[in-house]
């Protein structure tokens, strides 16, 4: 276990590349400063959609993170460094800034189903790992668009950069804990709730409770399934990708 993270790093590597150069995020990245009335709606429209995209991904992360803590209660300890709910709001607070309703822009993406996770305790720590990944640019981005010309709300990655302090704790935690896990010891006898039904219909009903080495390996596999997810959410906003010519 204590090589998880340079494993997960090494070999979600490639997905990370693959999500980087899709759309919206390709464009996004890559953002020139504004010379006129189109271009600044280019570059809006490409924000807009990675700001619709990252929210369902939260939003996602959400139901799941929160389900797994009703079926491993030590997990909470990890839930609390994510403020989930902090991330969501400083999302529709930047979709309100730029004159669009979150539930408008995101119709599409709604159906999009999540991915046949391994299990929903992989699911769950594959979810975290994304998640704070997707935080250690964010102090950047959202210093390049305080400093820019576009006049584009940066709450969301406002919110994000504070999250990337949580990186080395999350790491130092996840070692502690999934050893308890693993044995068995934190699994909480309930109903699973609509994430945990959803999820365990998909793996059907395959046992949580693994080994260190398996566990990793679903870890990764799950880590690379969220960046598919990313990827197809972005492939399904509905505003047409944007491009400049």
């Not at 391994?118 to 935080?135: D, E, N, P, R």
């Not at 950069?161 to 308890?180: I, S």
Request: net charge negative; charged share 20%.
């Amino acid at each position: 276990m204590h090589n998880l993270f340079s494993d997960l790093k090494a070999k979600t590597y490639n997905k990370h590349e693959e999500l980087e150069h899709s759309t919206p995020f390709a464009l996004f990245h890559n953002m020139a400063g504004c010379n006129d009335n189109e271009a600044h709606e280019v570059h809006r429209g490409n924000y807009l959609n990675v700001l619709c995209v990252m929210r369902e991904f939260h939003q996602h992360c959400k139901l799941v993170i929160n389900d797994a803590t009703e079926k491993y209660p030590t997990l909470q300890a990890l839930a609390n460094q994510f403020e989930t709910q902090a991330v969501i709001t400083a999302l529709d607070n930047d979709l309100a800034e730029l004159n669009s309703f979150s539930a408008q822009c995101t119709s599409e993406l709604q159906s999009v189903d999540l991915p046949n996770f391994q299990t929903l305790l992989s699911a769950t720590i594959s979810a975290m790992y994304v998640w704070l990944g997707s935080s250690m640019g964010a102090n950047i981005i959202s210093r390049r668009l305080e400093k820019s010309d576009y006049g584009f709300p940066t709450h969301y990655y406002q919110s994000m950069a504070k999250q990337a302090k949580a990186w080395p704790e999350f790491k130092q935690e996840v070692v502690r804990l999934l050893p308890l896990i693993i044995e068995g010891a934190d699994v909480a006898s309930q109903a699973g709730s609509q994430v945990d039904r959803q999820v365990d219909r998909q793996v059907d009903s395959r046992v949580e409770s693994q080994n260190s080495e398996t566990l990793s390996v679903a870890m990764i596999n799950d880590a690379n399934l969220w960046f598919d997810h990313l990827i197809l959410l972005g492939k399904s906003t509905n505003l047409p990708p944007q491009t400049l010519s």
